[in-house]
């Protein structure tokens, strides 16, 4: 089966977004009063929870319930609102670029006609932001389904993103393939059935990835890895021989 789309996650594999996401937090926790730092160990910590409300209601709940209330849910609410703004507002000013060779990727993907999505927890501001600072004014329209946020009931390791991804653009998942920086970003792809690249980041490189086509540290490695001169080649090469190592593995039919 040929390779159709590639489905990008966005923090940490398109961008390494974490440590601007702590500084923004950070910075929000400050212009609002509260006694809060997120050092890059707790940071590290809370990134177990996917999605930025998911994670500010667990730090509060574990850490700081009594300075917000019986209910914090609207605090909650107002915090992660600033916290998007204070972020896209450092990705505009120019804080980030995509990883190395995921524009090479992006762009030749586009030019063989294989199709493009996102598949991501972080909220759709964030993913827009970061789409125009990388790829111009017209960076979102590069890809075909932006899979974002609070689009899904339950965010990753759950496979309800990229569900609803492979919904929209009406594909079986086999005929994809997901590139993701996390194990629990891998998780949810491949509960979702898709073969799936992990390319580790600054916040996942400790964690396993049993189940993963390939784990690699940059998107560059990949052509020397699949013994291609190009990226693009790579992706289709690896594409297939996930699925081959996927039916060889299945048991034998009785």
């Known amino acids: 089966m040929n390779l159709k789309a590639i489905l990008f ?5 398109l961008a390494e977004t974490e440590e601007l996401h702590r500084e923004a937090f950070n910075r929000t926790f400050q212009a609002a009063g509260l006694p809060w730092h997120w050092d ?7 990134l177990a929870v996917t999605g930025g409300k998911e994670r500010l209601r667990h730090f509060i709940d574990s850490h700081a319930r009594s300075e917000l209330g019986a209910d914090p849910t609207p605090a909650i609410a107002r915090l992660h609102a600033a916290k ?3 972020y896209t507002g450092l990705v505009e000013a120019g804080a980030l670029q995509f990883r190395p060779g995921f524009r090479e990727l992006i762009t030749a993907a586009r030019q063989a006609g294989i199709r493009l999505g996102i598949a991501t927890t972080t909220s759709l501001p964030n993913v827009s932001a970061l789409l125009r600072a990388a ?3 017209e960076g979102e329209r590069c890809f075909e389904v932006i899979a974002a946020g609070d689009s899904v ?4 390791p759950a496979p309800d993103i ?12 086999q005929s994809c393939m997901a590139v993701e920086d996390s194990a629990a970003g891998l998780r949810s792809a491949r509960s979702a059935g898709i073969p799936t690249l992990v390319v580790r980041s600054a916040y996942t490189r400790h964690q396993s990835f049993e189940g ?3 784990v690699l ?3 560059e490695e990949l052509p020397s890895h699949m013994h291609v001169p190009s990226l693009l080649e790579a992706a289709q090469s690896l594409h297939t021989a996930a699925l081959s190592s996927s039916a060889s593995a299945a048991p034998a039919a009785h």
């Not at 996650?9 to 594999?13: P, R």
């Open 9 to 13: 996650d966005v923090d940490g594999t």
């Open 40 to 46: 890059r160990p707790l940071y590290g910590e809370l």
């Open 84 to 86: 998007t703004d204070t």
């Open 135 to 137: 790829l111009g004014a």
């Open 153 to 156: 009931a339950r965010k990753k």
């Open 162 to 173: 990229y569900l609803s991804a492979l919904a929209q653009l009406g594909l079986g998942a």
């Open 212 to 214: 993963a086509a390939l």
């Open 217 to 219: 540290d940059s998107l």
